[in-house]
């Protein structure tokens, strides 16, 4: 079994910053990747930013500049650090882990329940 927990969302004003944690644990070999995805009310799932092991980091256009992704492979965990937040970036936001659970198996994507971002004067 893996779990995967997000913490660190909150209600901040606009032009301010929030930090989200995430971490894998429970039965891992190995991770490939982790990344996070946002669902705001009424929309669908976007893609947010991701980090391969290597420190490869790939971002959506529309937080480029303003999110950093960043990871701990000791603790399994990333970190998305928001600066600059806008009101549109108000969603829940989840984190994923791309996990092989023994050597040569197939990787699977494991989802956290999600956290909070509200983004409001």
């Known amino acids: 079994q893996v779990h995967v927990v997000e913490s660190g969302g909150g209600l901040v004003q606009p032009g301010g910053s929030l930090r989200l944690s995430c971490a894998a644990s429970?039965?891992?070999?190995?991770?490939?990747?982790m990344g996070w995805y946002r669902q705001a009310p009424g929309k669908q799932r976007e893609f947010v930013a991701s980090?391969?092991?290597?420190?490869?980091?790939n971002y959506a256009d529309s937080v480029k500049g303003r999110f950093t992704i960043s990871g701990d492979n000791a603790k399994n965990t990333v970190y998305l650090q928001m600066n600059s937040l806008k009101p549109e970036d108000t969603a829940v936001y989840s984190c994923?882990?791309?996990?092989?659970?023994?050597?040569?198996?197939?990787?699977?994507?494991?989802w956290g329940q999600g956290t909070q971002v509200t983004v409001s004067s």
């Open positions: 429970g039965s891992i070999f190995s991770i490939y990747a």
């Open positions: 994923y882990a791309d996990v092989t659970q023994i050597r040569g198996g197939v990787p699977i994507d494991y």
């Open positions: 980090m391969i092991t290597s420190g490869s980091t």
